[in-house]
């Protein structure tokens, strides 16, 4: 193929030394393949072009196509096309230079020949312009009255594009006529990409009553509002509170349609948490009134449970075995009712600042002999991470308690239970996701699992009381509900994400204490029985 390529192939050094060349490199330059070899490029170029031809040389990458005057061995001039590729080295450094030489002489013989009619045409041209000048000073006139007009459609599309709802206008099928910069931002598609295309293409709605159809037997209100599930270009899902206004265009033509939507999915994300905290929120004030008469009803069971289990009370054995039944269930419900009424109080106990890693690492420490068999637990854990937050250490080991028993729970199979801990910053954006968050610096931990995945339908209610995926007898419900109380009354969030059959992860966001990190002594080292577990660069959870 190199050898018998139509356009000139040649090889050289940096310097524009020929080392290789083929057949029509040959005829453009007048000599044989052989009598090239060695030669300098820059001897084939006439004069003229040749302080040219050595800029170009001394950086081949920045200019790669251009035109020069070839000067043949028999004195004839050609020109011709030249480009030039690059092969560098590991460096960087150009090693070949390859160069394509195409004869493009007839091509500038009829340019001169197009030039030569171009000035025979200018001439009459000349000729003719004394008559246009009253039909110019009209045509003048008109255009700027265009311009004008122009001015202020661009003036009027200029607000349109301001608005930071996405604007659109679809005719009587549901084609897209008109498609704003709002609407570029919110779904992604361009103008020219939606353009023409149907609504029910792009967004898939899930409401189609608002189609204009033109038929006097199904009229259509001339403005509608309400709130739509759309898809975007990327395939997200959102929620949009849609404006719709008919608009009456040509005689017997259906009307078009105007439409503006208001991206909502955040507020009916806050909405949905804000639904969920009323609703924990009145259940806490239900169980707190239940856990105070249950534990007032416990109470003088407990107590006469006592008294029967005294020395002096000489009950038979298999009484005093009853008695002892009726003392454990009665104990085991008192403290599940103490657990109740911590969620349902929500009182803060004493909090201290403290290192992040030292609770996670004691429930770490206390899981490892009681891990289910074939449960690893991995910790990711900096020897040197510097935050502090303000918290209760022992609610914040009752915290990271339950969702590691829930983890271990999940995998009765075997699988990895991971516990990292990290820092996030999170802006104003960022936190309109979570309620109740404050922009600022917080501390990640993370808990994440491989086993069994949370339905997504469930998702959403995992944190309500008494709410529990497991059989009869093997869960209150109170746990997740009792890690997000806690969380909360230390100012941070939670974070769940799960997919069936592979496992589900929680991030625990809580503030950081950044005014205390340069007051506060540095943490000590790092128990030894944690040291092959930890990785230098835990990831970090995105917000």
Request: proline share 7%.
């Amino acid at each position: 193929m190199f050898e018998l390529a139509p356009d000139g192939y040649l090889v050289t050094d940096s310097h524009g030394l020929i080392y290789h060349a083929n057949r029509a490199a040959a005829v453009l330059c007048g000599l044989s393949q052989d009598a090239l070899i060695h030669k300098p490029l820059i001897v084939f170029i006439v004069e003229a072009d040749r302080p040219t031809f050595q800029a170009r040389l001394a950086a081949p990458g920045e200019a790669q196509d251009w035109e020069i005057t070839l000067l043949r061995r028999d004195k004839t001039r050609l020109t011709v096309a030249i480009s030039v590729a690059v092969r560098q080295n590991a460096q960087g450094e150009a090693l070949t230079l390859l160069w394509l030489l195409r004869d493009i002489t007839p091509r500038k013989q009829m340019e001169d020949q197009l030039q030569a009619a171009h000035d025979h045409l200018e001439r009459q041209v000349a000729t003719r312009t004394a008559e246009l000048t009253v039909a110019n000073a009209e045509l003048q006139q008109a255009l700027d009255h265009y311009h004008q007009a122009e001015a202020h459609i661009r003036y009027q599309a200029a607000l349109i594009d301001q608005v930071s709802d996405a604007m659109y206008v679809q005719d009587g099928q549901g084609r897209v006529e008109f498609w704003g910069l709002g609407a570029e931002r919110l779904y992604g598609w361009t103008a020219a990409e939606a353009l023409g295309q149907s609504t029910d293409n792009l967004f898939q709605e899930d409401w189609d009553v608002l189609r204009l159809r033109g038929s006097p037997s199904q009229p259509e209100p001339d403005f509608w509002q309400g709130e739509l599930n759309q898809k975007t270009q990327a395939g997200q899902s959102i929620t949009v509170l849609s404006r719709r206004t008919s608009i009456q265009g040509d005689t017997g033509q259906p009307p078009s349609l105007l439409v503006m939507n208001t991206d909502i999915t955040h507020l009916k994300l806050l909405e949905a948490q804000l639904y969920r905290t009323q609703r924990i929120e009145s259940l806490g004030i239900l169980a707190s009134g239940l856990a105070h008469d249950l534990n007032n009803a416990l109470t003088p069971v407990l107590t006469a449970a006592d008294l029967l289990l005294l020395p002096t009370s000489a009950l038979p054995e298999s009484v005093s075995h009853l008695v002892r039944l009726i003392k454990s269930g009665g104990t085991r419900s008192v403290a599940l009712i103490q657990q109740l009424m911590l969620f349902a109080q929500g009182t803060p106990m004493q909090r201290l600042p403290l290192w992040l890693r030292h609770p996670l690492l004691a429930v770490a420490e206390l899981l490892r002999p009681t891990l289910p068999r074939g449960v690893e637990i991995v910790v990711h854990i900096p020897p040197d991470w510097p935050h502090r937050v303000l918290a209760n250490p022992t609610q914040l080991q009752q915290v990271f308690m339950n969702l590691c028993l829930n983890a271990c729970d999940a995998m009765p199979q075997g699988g990895t239970l991971t516990l990292a801990v990290a820092d996030d910053w999170l802006d104003e954006t960022s936190t309109q996701a979570y309620l109740g968050a404050r922009p600022g610096r917080y501390g990640v931990v993370t808990v994440a699992d491989t086993g069994m995945g949370i339905e997504p339908s469930l998702v959403d209610q995992i944190f309500d009381p008494f709410f529990t995926t497991k059989p009869p007898g093997q869960g209150t419900g109170l746990g997740l509900s009792t890690v997000f109380s806690l969380v909360k009354q230390h100012g941070g969030f939670l974070r769940v994400e799960s997919q069936v059959g592979q496992g589900t992860t929680f991030w625990v966001y809580l503030p950081i204490l950044d005014t205390l990190a340069s007051t506060l002594e540095r943490p000590q080292s790092i128990p030894t029985h944690q040291a092959s577990k930890l990785s230098p660069h835990p990831p970090t959870p995105s917000p």
